[in-house]
């Protein structure tokens, strides 16, 4: 059972059974510290879980991030401040694998089966 807020990437993996969650990304439980929404997204997921028959299936929970869909329109999109400069704080990306510390590199290179990547070319 997943919990998604990006219905296009559900659709393509297609788990087993998922519902769908039109709340921005990384609030797919609910809103942060409101552990009543959080408690009722939930229940209702759980609900879910039992009804989906289909492999497959996806059903959309009944909540609403906003009374309207204005929200939509600023995400996943830079904000600028007064000086119209990018408010951009995600850091770079980069083509190899980044980690927190050396610990956890050392970890992921001795025991990740499927981190082929890592392997001397």
């Not at 929404?37 to 028959?53: D, G, W």
């Not at 000086?83 to 980690?99: C, F, G, K, M, W």
Request: proline share 7%; glycine share 4%.
């Amino acid at each position: 059972m997943t919990l998604s807020s990006a219905r296009s990437i559900t659709e393509a993996v297609q788990p087993p059974r998922s519902v769908y969650l039109d709340y921005p990304l990384g609030r797919t439980a609910g809103r942060a510290h409101d552990k009543d929404e959080q408690m009722a997204i939930v229940k209702a997921a759980l609900t879910a879980s039992q009804e989906i028959t289909v492999p497959g299936s996806i059903i959309d929970l009944p909540f609403s991030w906003q009374e309207d869909d204005t929200w939509k329109a600023s995400v996943m999109r830079p904000t600028t401040n007064t000086n119209n400069s990018i408010l951009d704080d995600r850091v770079e990306r980069h083509a190899t694998p980044q980690y927190q510390t050396t610990h956890d590199e050392q970890i992921a290179q001795d025991s990740c089966s499927s981190c082929i990547f890592l392997e001397p070319g």
